[in-house]
């Protein structure tokens, strides 16, 4: 079923991803464009310093501070997959939270959301268990923050029952399977490149709730927020082509938080 046009959708970034003198993302000319930030809390990238930035960045713009918790990876960038016991799991991604949250209070804002990334975003979207650590994490953090997911996930089936917010997502720069999950990385024609195509997509999940998957068929995506890619080459342009054809579309772009 076709949306109302005056819909609202949130724009969400992975920013903070680098460490010391290394940077990845744009994060000063994404928050000019996002409505939410998935900080990534070092575990995956993003160091002391680069956190405190960017949670002060994302309080004088008005953009929601999110948690974007990882496996304890920094070497793969937090795309390789491992095996974590689920307590181990639970208190590193308190952890993160925690570490997160120092930085975005002392900049007048709180973390609002928590967001797993890479290998633990995908693994969480299948694996009961871990998903449930992920959970536990969450509570163990305190204040009941949602959990931004993909729709259909464990994670936000088991975040539902433990009584968080859940906000689905989706990804107009990723392909899909016909079973609407992301197409893996590792697989030809997994990330869209043709700026064309992202921006259309973009347009077509927020009034549609679909997209077309690799297999040619529509399928649905039900998502409350975009995530937009903040390491991709031409990132910032990308992101402001898409809010604006956003917002041409009749569409409101709005933090979900």
């Known amino acids: 079923m076709t949306r109302s046009a005056t819909t609202s959708i949130d724009l969400n970034a992975d ?5 010391g003198h290394w940077r990845l993302t744009d994060d000063e000319q994404l928050l ?4 939410s930030a998935n900080v990534a809390c070092g ?3 993003g160091d002391p310093a680069i956190m405190r ?11 929601r501070v999110g948690a974007q918790v990882s496996y304890r990876d920094l070497a793969g960038f937090g795309r390789r997959s491992m095996e974590v016991p689920p307590a181990e799991l639970a208190a590193e991604v308190a952890y993160q939270i925690g570490a997160l949250e120092i930085f975005a209070r002392a900049a007048g804002s709180r973390v609002s959301y928590v967001k797993p990334h890479g290998a633990l975003y ?3 979207v299948h694996d009961e268990e871990q998903a449930a650590a992920v959970v536990e ?7 009941g923050l949602p959990v931004l997911g993909l729709p259909g996930s464990q994670l936000l089936a088991a ?4 009584g968080l917010p859940v906000v689905t997502e989706a990804f107009a720069d990723r392909a899909y399977t016909a079973r609407a999950t992301l197409v893996p990385r590792g697989r030809d024609g997994a990330v869209i490149s043709d700026p064309d195509a992202v921006v259309a997509r973009a347009v077509s999940m927020a009034l549609e709730g679909t997209v077309v998957a690799e297999s040619g068929e529509r399928v649905p995506t039900g998502a409350s927020s975009l995530c937009l890619h903040g390491d991709t080459p031409g990132a910032v342009e990308l992101a402001r082509r898409v809010r604006a054809a ?5 569409v409101e772009v709005a933090a979900f938080s």
């Not at 920013?15 to 460490?19: A, D, I, K, P, V």
């Not at 994490?137 to 204040?143: E, N, Q, T, Y």
């Open 15 to 19: 920013l903070g991803e680098g460490f």
């Open 32 to 35: 000019s464009v996002v409505t």
């Open 43 to 45: 575990f995956h990238a």
């Open 53 to 63: 930035r960017v949670c002060l960045l994302a309080a004088e713009r008005g953009v």
């Open 122 to 124: 995908n693994r969480v």
């Open 137 to 143: 994490g969450v509570l163990l953090a305190g204040r």
């Open 159 to 162: 975040a539902g029952r433990a």
């Open 246 to 250: 956003l917002e041409s579309a009749g």
